[in-house]
């Protein structure tokens, strides 16, 4: 085992425990190991906004803890959670040394995401477009 791998930690969460609160600066990530973690927002308007469930071999945390930027959202186990959690000194050495094999998985999973986003941000857009021709056909017609 490397000397990276021995500063990692696994955390154990109940579930409604709050692994990640919103807000606060991120110094850290994590990997899921075994368990579901909610994602959750708090609107300015006061709403919650639930975003996503994360389940075994996701991960969280990791765009605050590259860019240094306050938390985007709240996370919370839904039921007995595990996560590894990757602290912002043994991420730095993991990238300098390509130590760690998470790397590539959070790599790949923000990837995934940006995919994601994309697909999303056009069908949205197809919408608007179509919702646009309706209201031209009844303003017409």
Do not use: W
């Amino acid at each position: 085992m490397s000397s990276l791998q021995n500063t990692l930690q696994v955390h154990h969460y109940q579930p409604g425990e709050v692994i990640i609160t919103q807000g606060e600066y991120g110094d850290c990530l994590i990997y899921i190991i075994d368990g579901e973690v909610e994602v959750c927002r708090q609107e300015e308007d006061g709403r919650t906004n639930c975003l996503a469930t994360l389940k075994k071999g996701e991960i969280a945390g990791e765009m605050a803890l590259i860019t240094g930027s306050r938390r985007y959202a709240t996370l919370k186990a839904v039921k007995e959670t595990k996560v590894m959690v990757v602290n912002d000194r043994t991420f730095q050495m993991a990238l300098i040394n390509d130590d760690l094999p998470i790397i590539r998985d959070i790599i790949n999973q923000m990837a995934l995401r940006l995919k994601k986003l994309d697909q999303e941000k056009m069908e949205a857009r197809q919408e608007v477009e179509t919702l646009q021709e309706e209201l031209r056909l009844l303003r017409k017609g």
